[in-house]
């Protein structure tokens, strides 16, 4: 058995402590430091997880004794991490999105691909396990030439307004997981069409963001995606994908948090609702996630999304909002 | 299009009614004569679909204008009216049982086995087009050789106390219809074991009779076949078989009044109950009985169950009724 | 019982045979006159389901005997047939679309609106009986408000080439009856949204149409469309629907020929592939779309989609056409 | 936290291995010990989880730095290993059977019953989350009085003939574990009636054993419970359960190793075949065995079965043995 990989991690909010507690359960790695302006929070994650804490980034730029970063910390701080990571040469799993802002992300660009180290993105759909399978079994031919995607994307609850207000809006927050999912499948869209409502939420209304949008994106060969996102489901996460192709389709519904099915005078095979948490969801995907990016430090052929699929979703999530906002279709050029 | 078919029919109760239905609805059938003691049911049924009304057997027995018959009148009355037809050389469809009392369908035997004319039984299951589709899918060999059947079949409620005390029970009332199925797939059975249960009707249990019963049957080539029934049932309707062979298995769930799933706060992937009434759940393998006992009559290899499949049925239900009353098994031996 | 109504029915390709059959088979109607420029076939409809055969529209509309029409005959005839129905003032059941051109549509409009006969539309799949039972229980608000629908729609295989040539195009042949579908649900759609993709189809491509297309609808209450076409299906006739709103969610899969799930050693409840054809998966709705015709005739409150709702389909088609090929939303009102 | 449990393992062939490697995965747990008479096999699985090997069970009871055992050796060990556990006052865990004659778990009953320290049967099926969450919703009345249960276990493939030999035949090898599941939910089980077959292997019919059986469980309350078994599965490890009431009922279908519903020209909704291997099914289920066997060890309310549940499923196992063999219902009084 190899040493473990010495972590750094940046932030201890909620998504920070999903990565906390996967570093600590993997036998490859052990959490060596942990940062953030609330040293408090710091100090709390050390304790259940291992590792020192401080408020100060520079500390751990500064030590000797880690091996890889995951910065979860709030989205405006990517980009200087990701920079500071880069010149410290040491690899990084940085969440998503890696900005709000295109430009500031192509100011990092050059700099990022010509970097020895790996710097890989965090979504974590990739690695769900049920997704994973699906596009090993479309990219195996087993439906043949792939024609369409369908994704449906709701979540449970909308978020609060406080974070709404710092979001980027509902394409750069939300159906930027569906962007890289379309992705996960064809890499290279070329067209992205968006349509936005505001269905329920005055609280979104007021924000002046959606709570409902529908996009369509056309890759290069003609295939068309369809995703429809919402942010509320009144029976839980509603998380669904399908891949339609010339010979066949494959698809997976929602996954919940009981598989039995109950008979009753009023209803009949009938499941308790889906989960109400997208970690109940996905909590394997962020395990599997990490166990990845180890794989890419450890020299393998990188399975992880990097910073090119980072940049490529915010320029699709950008593109859906300039669609939405003028009734026009937006080309786009990811190869650029 | 050839002449229909006139029919006579005796019974106007619930299940003559549906017969006389399905002649009325049959381009190949017309409805010539209708007898029921209690004169007026016979009167309003031939308001309905058509032909004469009477209070005495006789007058079809009489007639020189039936070309068939069908015999849904009380359980007693079948062997009596059975005789009749085969000494007026007439085709006739008996409900099931053709009698509660095995001595009086054995004394009919010889004479409805040499009889030129058909005489069909009502096991309308057989005709449900699942059931058939699942059958000839067996029979074809699509898993192999069949080893196991597992029926459940439970009815949406009790039925009413002066239903039970002339029921014969309810190995020869309910589960003569699961009996007759499992021949469906392995018709020499050999052996019976029964085991029954007074869960919840007070009154079937006053009556002497069991609510709930198991059955287990075995074929002559080692054919397992389990039958689980109640007399209840709070989400509807259960009819489920699945046969299991060497090489996989068939299954056919419930099929109810609806396929649409609902999800709410309160549960997911959920149907509104199964039918509440067998008409709903069999209505149309009532129809296709009679079109086979037609096919039967205009000279077509019968796919109509008969004499010797009743009386296999009632034998199987005897067999039942002795291993549940003694806590043994009983060999049993259909082609003596 | 009435007099059933004497039905004449103008062409007897395809989907003319399917009205003979319906007005045949209904107790409330029967088949008086066959109309088709090939009298051939005029003749073998009369000779299988009754009625005159005749070349000539003009006998029709001369007969004293003819209670409704039935318009199957080529798209062209429709607008003409429609107007001699309306001077005749004859009530007329009208194959979708009622024009592949809006302006010849919009010249009849004011006349179908003012008579005191109906002109329905065959836009059967509202009669189909999920469909029906989904929209009812929509309405009853079983999910709230409702704020998306999903349509997945896609046909077992291309048309032949002579077909796609006279169609009109996907949106005015295929997803006409998507439109109608959305409508039936949320009538007043007032922005669309389009694009089209060749795929798979070099015959397609050349006539300079679309194999698949993906569509966004805006409802009056900001409630979202979505609406994904393929004209091919490797695994059968794919018709799907969803209803999404506040409280939940209703949903109605594939409907196939079997109800039976296999089990064997490459693949687990499994069931053969879904319809090859429309008519397996609406011939129901067929005619339960005749039974409301001759109710809404009867006089009671029509059910049958009108002109109005002709028209509607076809403006969104168009406006779909347009967007897909100019790369912008199109906004419509269906109420000018 | 507090400090793990030191465990020593009896025992490291397939099941051996299963428990050190929950032992070594749980923070509560370390493998202290590791004894087979192979002691290659000892100091490889002490090599992998931990621990010092041995060949001698003495060095086990003679160390004093041991909290806990498990005895997953050879079913003829368990009755004296768990008697030196009992004189060592040492916690255990023992695979079941505890032995495959009755009189020898006899001999054992009073010396456990009076011992101060818990010895608990490896009946893992009910820690396994889906069935635990089901007899859970059971207990708390989801489906009001319960009425009858239906099991059905079907292991993918027979087992090697040697195998067969020292197993104690079909009933106290593979339906044990479906006896404890109907006392997970019936514990008072109070008749057995079986009926045996030899449907498809050889080797088992030369081994005078059954390669499926069908068992009849009565509970005190007259509730019923079905079992049908299979040593061979075509389509996979084929465990399903469902629990009916007066209320409703409640069931769990097969859980296998794919969400994924695929859809072709051949098949649709098909998933890839069950679980090849009772590891894949359970797996979870052994780790929270040992979870459950730390909190009894704790002091918490015992989760776990005990001496008498594995003392009773035997006497179920040989009661289904007698009956299938004579024919005759056996009765039964698990708390003699």
Request: charged fraction near 20%.
């Amino acid at each position: 058995m190899t040493t473990p990989l010495r972590f750094g991690l940046f932030g201890t909010g909620r998504i920070g402590q999903v990565h906390a507690a996967s570093i600590s359960a993997s036998p490859r790695a052990t959490l060596q430091w942990v940062c953030d302006p609330f040293v408090d929070g710091a100090r709390s994650t050390a304790a259940n997880y291992g590792g020192r804490a401080t408020a100060e980034p520079a500390d751990l730029f500064a030590a000797d004794d880690i091996d890889a970063l995951v910065i979860a910390s709030p989205t405006p701080t990517h980009v200087d991490l990701i920079d500071r990571a880069l010149d410290a040469q040491i690899p990084a799993l940085c969440e998503k999105p890696i900005d709000l802002d295109i430009a500031r992300v192509d100011a990092l660009r050059a700099k990022a691909a010509a970097s020895t180290q790996p710097v890989v993105l965090g979504f974590n759909r990739r690695f769900d396990p049920h997704f994973a399978e699906l596009q090993r079994r479309v990219a195996e031919g087993e439906i043949g030439t792939l024609e369409q995607l369908s994704i449906i994307s709701r979540d449970p609850a909308e978020p609060p307004a406080a974070y709404v207000a710092v979001s980027g809006g509902i394409f750069r927050d939300m159906t930027i997981h569906d962007f890289d999912m379309a992705r996960f499948f064809l890499p290279d869209i070329v067209r992205v069409t968006a349509r936005g409502a505001n269905q329920f939420s005055s609280a979104i209304a007021d924000a002046g963001d959606f709570d409902a949008v529908v996009v369509t994106l056309e890759a290069a060969g003609g295939e068309l995606v369809t995703i429809a996102n919402s942010r509320h489901s009144a029976y839980g996460y509603d998380q669904r994908f399908e891949a339609f192709g010339s010979g066949g389709m494959l698809q997976i519904g929602n996954i919940g948090p009981s598989v039995i099915t109950a008979h009753t005078a009023s209803l009949v095979e009938a499941r308790v609702p889906y989960h109400s948490f997208f970690l109940e969801r996905y909590g394997d995907a962020y395990r599997l996630e990490l166990e990845a990016f180890i794989d890419t430090i450890a020299g393998e052929p990188s399975r992880s999304p990097g910073f090119e699929d980072g940049r490529a979703a915010l320029i699709l999530a950008d593109a859906a909002e300039q669609s939405a906002r003028t009734g026009r279709t937006v080309d786009v050029d990811l190869n650029l």
